[in-house]
């Protein structure tokens, strides 16, 4: 890879208008390329490398809603939307489910959710979260009108090795759930196309919703 850092007229003049020693001026110069370089790199990593690594676990099969297998390994190209999530979340886990809905609704309405895009629901608390909790769930969120949409839950070691993946942070301490405000929009291959926020403020559903039918089209 090749990293061009470019100091501009401006920023030359700026430090050669202020009075200090050439010495200076040069460890001034040093100092901002050096930070630039720095911005260049996490840039890098944030827009290229970080979203590569971010995909589902090979060999990972979980548990739908209905108690059936869902292998990562079998599903067919599509777009995937994920959210992370559990059922005793009081605030941004429902109305994130609630703007997918709303999504969704509009998906089906030009016919390509379930054959083009599909949505992935995982619980981060499978020990609290059964099956027949998820089944629910997805009745409340009417998540089960349509196929396409699948409430997912997997063992402890499974739900840590795929939140790891998508470097989605959670802890559970004696029932009390803290989690990253992050979801997720993959691309056929399921690769990380753009990542978003959860909740009402950081969870823009006519962005999501546009990008989704940009990316199809």
Not at 54 to 71: I, K, N, V, Y
Not at 80 to 86: A, K, L, P, Q
Not at 107 to 136: A, C, H, R, Y
Not at 147 to 161: A, C, M, V
Request: a negative charge; aromatic letters at 12%; proline letters at 3%.
């Amino acid at each position: 890879m090749c990293l061009t850092i470019n100091v501009t007229n401006s920023q030359i003049s700026t430090i050669n208008s202020i009075e200090i020693g050439e010495n200076m001026k040069k460890y001034v110069i040093i100092v901002l390329i050096t930070m630039m370089i720095g911005g260049g790199s996490l840039l890098y990593y944030y827009q290229i490398v970080r979203p590569a690594n971010m995909t589902f676990p090979a060999g990972m099969t979980l548990q739908t809603s209905e108690g059936q297998d869902f292998s990562f390994d079998e599903m067919k190209p599509k777009l995937r939307f994920v959210e992370f999530f559990y059922l005793g979340c009081p605030d941004v886990c429902p109305t994130t489910t609630a703007s997918m809905q709303w999504i969704r609704d509009k998906l089906v309405e030009n016919g390509v959710f379930g054959s083009k895009v599909e949505f992935l629901s995982i619980t981060i608390d499978p020990e609290q979260d059964t099956i027949e909790m998820l089944s629910s769930y997805g009745k409340a969120f009417k998540t089960d009108i349509t196929p396409g949409w699948y409430l997912l839950r997997g063992s402890l070691d499974e739900t840590k090795k795929l939140t790891d993946k998508f470097k989605f942070f959670y802890q559970n301490t004696s029932g009390q759930v803290i989690h990253s405000n992050a979801s997720f929009l993959l691309d056929r291959n399921n690769q990380v196309i753009n990542e978003f926020g959860m909740g009402d403020v950081d969870f823009d559903r006519e962005q999501i919703y546009q990008e989704i039918m940009n990316a199809i089209n």
